[in-house]
């Protein structure tokens, strides 16, 4: 079985500054890795996705991850944020063999202030 | 365009009254899931389908029912709704090899 934690429930960030969303996961077999974000009051939208190969994954609107297999974490960047990037931010996981069923940490909420 | 399409957005309903949220999803995907999002604990998977007429349960399968006649529909049933299941709902469809879920927009219901 996999497990997702997300360390931070909440991040406040000021517009134009970093930020870093952390995710870690728990899994005896290999597993795909996933960021979604979700709006207010909206669905959930793919960022980035990594599934092999470079451990840096570009994503949309700027947002890049890392995986790190001996840490097994998979932590979401953006260098400058901006206002329309409020969101709550799920990472997930998904076992690369077997039923395709994603695995949610808890969820992220950025807050960007101006 | 590819969608997943939810019906209704938004649902208010009493306890033991039978419901259908309907799902349907225009991309040929194979795996279809429903998940339920609850404050504080993220998404929860209610049922998933692997294909026509094959359906498992999820982590959270209590109360629901599900069925996959057709590759596009997976509708989710609940037979007897109880306020515990006021939640929002979210259907997922994929195709194989790890491409990620596409998620509807969402059915708030609520069960009083």
């Known amino acids: 079985a996999q497990s997702v934690t997300q360390l931070d429930s909440q991040v406040p960030v000021f517009e134009e500054a970093p930020v870093e969303l952390r995710c870690n996961y728990s899994?005896?077999?290999?597993?795909?890795l996933f960021w979604y974000v979700q709006y207010p009051n909206q669905g959930l939208q793919l960022l980035l996705k990594y599934l092999s190969g470079s451990t840096l994954v570009k994503g949309i609107n700027g947002f890049e991850a890392e995986f790190n297999k001996s840490q097994t974490s998979f932590h979401l960047r953006k260098p400058s944020v901006h206002i329309s990037d409020t969101a709550e931010y799920f990472c997930a996981v998904m076992a690369k063999r077997g039923a395709q069923k994603l695995v949610f940490g808890q969820g992220t909420r950025l807050t960007i202030n101006p | 365009e590819a969608q997943v399409t939810q019906n209704p957005r938004y649902l208010i309903t009493v306890t033991g009254k039978k419901l259908t949220v309907t799902c349907s999803q225009n991309?040929?995907?194979?795996?279809m899931s429903w998940y339920r999002q609850d404050p504080g604990l993220g998404l929860r998977q209610i049922y998933y389908?692997?294909?026509?007429?094959?359906?498992d349960k999820g982590d959270v399968p209590e109360g629901y029912k599900v069925s996959r006649k057709e590759k596009r529909n997976f509708p989710l049933i609940l037979e007897s709704p109880s306020p515990n299941q006021t939640s929002l709902y979210f259907c997922?469809?994929?195709?194989?090899?790890?491409?990620?879920?596409?998620f509807g927009s969402g059915t708030r219901l609520t069960v009083v």
């Open positions: 997922a469809s994929s195709s194989t090899g790890g491409g990620g879920y596409t």
């Open positions: 899994s005896s077999v290999s597993v795909y």
């Open positions: 991309m040929n995907h194979e795996y």
């Open positions: 389908s692997m294909n026509v007429e094959v359906t």
